[in-house]
C-alpha cells in the first residue's frame, strides 16, 4: 500500500466511523425540555463534534492499523 492508497483508505474508514459514532450522546431539545423558539425539537443542544472527531480518528486508526497488518501480512 503506498502513501496516497493509505490516505485514501483512513479517509474513507473516517468518514464510516464518525456516521457511526455521531449519534452517540446526543440529547434533543424536546428531550431537555428546552426548545428554542424557531427551532426543531428534535436537534441537540450540544452536539460536541470535536470530541466525536477526536473519538472518530482514534478509532478510525485502530481499524486502519488493523487494515494495514492484514494487508502487509497476508500481501494483498
Same mark, same amino acid.
Given at each position: 500500500?503506498?502513501?496516497? =492508497?493509505? &490516505? #485514501?483508505?483512513?479517509?474513507?474508514?473516517?468518514?464510516?466511523?464518525?456516521? #457511526?459514532?455521531?449519534?452517540?450522546?446526543?440529547?434533543?431539545?424536546?428531550?431537555?425540555?428546552?426548545?428554542?423558539? =424557531? /427551532?426543531?425539537? =428534535?436537534?441537540?443542544?450540544?452536539?460536541?463534534?470535536?470530541?466525536? #472527531?477526536?473519538? /472518530?480518528?482514534? &478509532?478510525? #486508526?485502530? &481499524?486502519?492499523? =488493523?487494515?494495514?497488518?492484514?494487508?502487509? /501480512?497476508?500481501? &494483498?
Amino acid at each position: 500500500m503506498n502513501l496516497v =492508497g493509505g &490516505i #485514501a483508505l483512513y479517509f474513507v474508514i473516517w468518514w464510516i466511523t464518525l456516521f #457511526a459514532v455521531l449519534p452517540f450522546g446526543v440529547r434533543s431539545q424536546h428531550e431537555t425540555g428546552d426548545v428554542v423558539a =424557531g /427551532t426543531e425539537p =428534535g436537534a441537540p443542544v450540544l452536539p460536541g463534534l470535536l470530541k466525536k #472527531a477526536a473519538i /472518530t480518528s482514534v &478509532i478510525a #486508526a485502530v &481499524i486502519f492499523v =488493523g487494515v494495514w497488518y492484514v494487508w502487509v /501480512t497476508y500481501d &494483498i
